[in-house]
Every structure is written in structure tokens, then in C-alpha cells.
């Protein structure tokens, strides 16, 4: 059974667009290999950080709308959280 999650990503300022690109790429692979899917992305630009991330005070967001199986969520948090282009992530069950 899979349910649906908010991802809301911010890269790293300096990343041009076709790291950016081929981290969306990236992200969509590895969610197909844990069995989900990415049902809408949405590039949300370059913004102003509230404070300093890694010695960054801008960032890019991304928001994706996913549907993956609840066991794999701690795989996609894994991978997330070592990956050099992500400064915060943050990931949420939607309630339907």
C-alpha cells in the first residue's frame, strides 16, 4: 500500500540548473527503485534563508508530491541526508 508525502527541499544556492536538474533525475530513480513515484515537482525558485545553512543564505526550493510505501521512507531519509546538494529537507504524510 502506498501513501502519499510532501518533500520540500532546499539545495545549495551554487548548484546551477543542470545539477539541479539531475538531482530531480536522481531523486526519481531512487524512489522507483524503493517502489514510489514522484506525482508532481515543483521548482518554488531562489530564496532568501531566515538564517545561514552550511554558510548559505540562499537557497534553491523544490517541493515534489510522492507516493511510496511507508517502509520506504527511512531509505529515502538515508539517502536525502548525505547528499551534498541538500541543505534541509523536510518530508510529510499527507493525510487524505
Known amino acids: 500500500m502506498t501513501n502519499k508525502y510532501d ?3 532546499v539545495l545549495n544556492a551554487e548548484v546551477k540548473d543542470e545539477v539541479k536538474d539531475k538531482f530531480v533525475d536522481k531523486t526519481e530513480k531512487v524512489l522507483k527503485a524503493l517502489d514510489g513515484s514522484v506525482v508532481r515537482t515543483q521548482d518554488m525558485g531562489r530564496k532568501q534563508l531566515a538564517y545561514k ?3 548559505q543564505s540562499e537557497g534553491i526550493y523544490l517541493n515534489m508530491q510522492l507516493e511510496m510505501p511507508a517502509a520506504s521512507v527511512i531509505q529515502l531519509d538515508k539517502k536525502l541526508s548525505v547528499d551534498k ?11 487524505e
Request: proline share 0%; glycine share 0%.
Open 7 to 9: 518533500l520540500t527541499l
Open 85 to 95: 546538494e541538500v541543505l534541509r529537507y523536510l518530508l510529510v504524510k499527507v493525510s
Open 53 to 55: 545553512i552550511k554558510n
